[in-house]
């Protein structure tokens, strides 16, 4: 039986009256991409945020390994975050720190946690390494270019090796190109540190390549599950309209 | 009925506003002496704050010596008191203006850069990378930032008040012959401990209001790229009033004490 990694059941979330999620679930399984796709404003952001803590939930239960962060304190929440990384929709680089400082800056307070003798500058560089912009850690992120920005990000996502990884609208904001060479660093990053992916996108290039199983977020709900395969060949008319391009 | 409405909702979005900085305040103190403490990054925000307002505090503070001094100079001339001139350059600076003025020019280089710093970094989802990250920005962040300004503003104004003196000397030596020893002299002659030390209390209030200002509204900034200009400009308007109203408070309080 696979290994149930990260469980979402029931969540729901408003802002007032408004019904952002209305009892969406999930099963994340140990070394699988999950795509979870829909229009924008679907929710699908409110929901990566209520998986790392930094929305609340209105009610549900989100569990990964076998912890309820709806229950956690800041600390233990603290130490659970290290265990996920994260990847924004807009990188999220700080804009003041060079990129050996964007990267080192989660080592701080976890140097730990990760079982090297490496040195952090090794450990930084290494990370870049892996996305190939080892020549860019001197710079500022506002000297890289949009595709740059978000290997970067990607690179420190991952410095704390963690075992899940969220990634929010990984190819937004990038041409077709850069999008392809995201998505394969995905590919390629995923068989090095056999890493579970949560992937959210409306991208279907993108899940295409990357999913191993798909979700449908429609109305604030699961609308439905399965492979890329069997969703693009619905006869769903809403299905048919993620496909239909 | 409108406008009955529109001052209802205005109000209760004041109170609601005032409620909230509060919270963010005692969270500051809250936080403030709890581990861990990120020496490092207050020490670059105090180097930030006076390396980067130097300039701007010298020359102000210099040019407010000497206009104050040149705009005095006739009237006491009239009548015959222009021997009082240090004396009274030197109260009102050190005891008033020189906190006020400069404190206010520190609102708008230090407040609003940090509303625009924290706002921008909030719309750009930093903060939010840096909680997930394992690192509370609150502590990072904010906490950095208002310890900085308390400890820093009171050094500036002290140096803002130095140039002022300073300034206020010169044109005593150009146009009075008055010697600088004896300027000064007479500077620290009229200067009393009680003059001091609640302008230099003062200060470290208004210090911590540009900080807590500040970080609040950039913190707590919304609505994207137009939220970070309303955050630095929210900032200012909000740190200014409330830099008078502790003013007020303290002078009210000096009169009472001293």
Redesign the interface.
């Known amino acids: 039986m696979r290994e149930v990694i990260l469980e979402i059941k029931d969540l729901k979330k408003s802002f007032g009256e408004h019904q952002v999620l209305n009892g969406f679930n999930l099963k994340l399984y140990k070394g699988e991409n999950l795509v979870v796709m829909g229009k924008s404003g679907s929710g699908k952001s409110v929901m990566i945020k209520c998986l790392v803590g930094l929305m609340a939930a209105s009610s549900g239960s989100i569990k990964i390994k076998d912890l309820d962060i709806t229950s956690l304190g800041q600390k233990e929440l603290d130490v659970l975050r290290t265990e996920i990384g994260f990847l924004f929709q807009g990188s999220a680089l700080y804009d003041s720190m060079t990129v050996r400082e964007n990267l080192a800056f989660p080592l701080r307070r976890n140097r730990d946690k990760i079982n090297t003798s490496q040195t952090t500058e090794e450990i930084v560089l290494e990370a870049l390494k892996n996305v190939g912009l080892e020549h860019t850690i001197d710079l500022m992120p506002s000297e890289l270019s949009g595709g740059m920005q978000r290997r970067v990000a990607l690179a420190r996502a991952l410095i704390l090796k963690p075992k899940i990884i969220l990634y929010d609208e990984p190819t937004t904001g990038l041409d077709p190109i850069t999008s392809k060479e995201i998505i394969q660093l995905m590919g390629t990053i995923q068989e090095t540190y056999k890493t579970s992916s949560l992937i959210i996108t409306h991208d279907v290039d993108c899940a295409r390549v990357i999913s191993n199983r798909m979700i449908l977020l429609i109305d604030g709900t699961n609308y439905i599950e399965g492979t890329f395969e069997e969703l693009s060949k619905s006869g769903d008319p809403k299905v048919k309209a993620f496909f239909k391009n | 009925m409108n406008g009955i409405k529109s001052i209802s909702v205005k109000t209760k979005h004041f109170f609601e506003e005032i409620g909230d900085m509060s919270y963010f305040a005692i969270r500051f103190f809250k936080e403030v002496f709890s581990a ?1 403490f990120e020496w490092k990054e207050l020490i670059r925000q105090c180097y930030q704050m006076g390396n980067r307002s130097f300039i701007l505090v010298g020359v102000t503070g210099f040019i407010l010596g000497l206009v104050f001094t040149l705009q005095s100079r006739p009237t006491l001339l009239q009548f015959g008191a222009v021997s009082w001139m240090p004396s009274m350059v030197s109260l009102s600076i050190i005891r008033e203006i020189g906190p006020v003025i400069i404190a206010l020019i520190c609102a708008g280089r230090i407040g609003s850069g940090i509303g625009a ?1 924290l706002g ?2 909030k719309v ?3 903060i ?9 920005p609150f502590k990072y962040l904010v906490v950095t930032r208002i310890v900085a300004t308390t400890l820093m503003l009171p050094l500036l104004i002290i140096m803002g008040d130095a140039i002022a003196l300073f300034g206020s000397a010169i044109i005593e030596n150009l146009k009075g012959d008055v010697s600088y020893i004896l300027y000064f002299n007479k500077v620290f002659d009229a200067l009393k401990f009680s003059d001091i030390i609640p302008a230099t209390i003062k200060s470290f209030f208004f210090g911590f209001a540009i900080g807590l200002v500040g970080c609040y509204k950039g913190f707590n900034c919304s609505k994207g790229t137009v939220g970070v200009g309303e955050a630095s400009n929210a900032a200012v308007v909000y740190t200014s009033m409330l830099l008078f109203i502790i003013d007020f408070i303290a002078v009210f309080l000096t009169d009472i004490f001293y």
């Open positions: 861990p710093e921008s970094m750009t989802e930093q939010d990378a840096m909680e997930v990250s394992g690192t509370n």
